[in-house]
């Protein structure tokens, strides 16, 4: 059984920043901590970032520049530093994890950025 938990999310101003965290847990060996999604009201889940196979970081169009992914795997712990944060950013963020062939998400993490 995996279970992954976000969590750093939280109200903040434009222009501020924030570090979200996504531990994994539970009778797990070799987990793919994958990447980070985010779902605003009314719209569809949303690519933020994640890693290939072969571990490079891919950025979604929106956060390029600002955001940065990156995980401790001895921790299987996964982070997103968000720097330079809009109001369009507010939206739950998501974890997501491959392990035995199959994706698990976390339960999400609520990040309102106010103007």
């Known amino acids: 059984q995996v279970q992954l938990v976000e969590s750093g999310g939280g109200l903040v101003q434009a222009g501020g920043s924030l570090r979200l965290s996504c531990a994994a847990s539970?009778?797990?060996?070799?987990?793919?901590?994958r990447g980070w999604y985010r779902q605003a009201p009314g719209k569809q889940r949303e690519l933020v970032a994640l890693?290939?196979?072969?571990?490079?970081?891919i950025y979604g169009d929106a956060v390029k520049g600002r955001f940065a992914i990156s995980r401790d795997n001895a921790k299987n712990t996964m982070y997103l530093q968000m720097n330079s944060l809009k109001p369009e950013d507010t939206a739950v963020y998501y974890c997501?994890?491959?392990?035995?062939?199959?994706?698990?998400w976390g339960q999400g993490t609520q990040v309102t950025v106010s103007s």
């Open positions: 890693y290939t196979s072969s571990g490079i970081a």
């Open positions: 539970g009778s797990i060996s070799n987990i793919f901590l």
């Open positions: 997501k994890a491959l392990w035995t062939a199959r994706d698990y």
